[in-house]
Nanobody, 121 residues
């Protein structure tokens, strides 16, 4: 069994900051790619940022320069530092990871349960 548990969401005023965390636990041999997605009401889920095990990052254009993704491989944890938040950043944020479990030859993709981020104007 593998679980991804997010934390750090909440309500913040425009211009403020939040830091999301996502910890993976269970029978984990290694984690390759980790990422954050978000889904606003009435919209499709979209990639916000992703990071490889080696630290290569990718961001959607709307968050470049404001959000920073990072990870701690020893803790199987990924973070999303969100600065200069805007009302349009309001969404449920989901953690996502490609995880290789002990005894398996293939990585599988896992999702967290989501954490709400609300930015007031």
């Amino acid at each position: 069994q593998v679980q991804l548990v997010e934390s750090g969401g909440g309500l913040v005023q425009a211009g403020g900051s939040l830091r999301l965390s996502c910890a993976a636990s269970g029978s984990i041999f290694s984690i390759n790619r980790m990422g954050w997605y978000r889904q606003a009401p009435g919209k499709q889920r979209e990639l916000v940022a992703e990071i490889t095990r080696g630290g290569i990052t990718n961001y959607t254009d709307s968050v470049k320069g404001r959000f920073t993704i990072s990870r701690d491989n020893a803790k199987n944890t990924v973070y999303l530092q969100m600065n200069s938040l805007k009302p349009e950043d309001t969404a449920v944020y989901y953690c996502n990871a490609d995880i290789l479990r002990y005894g398996f030859r293939t990585s599988y993709n896992y999702w967290g349960q989501g954490t709400q981020v609300t930015v007031s104007s």
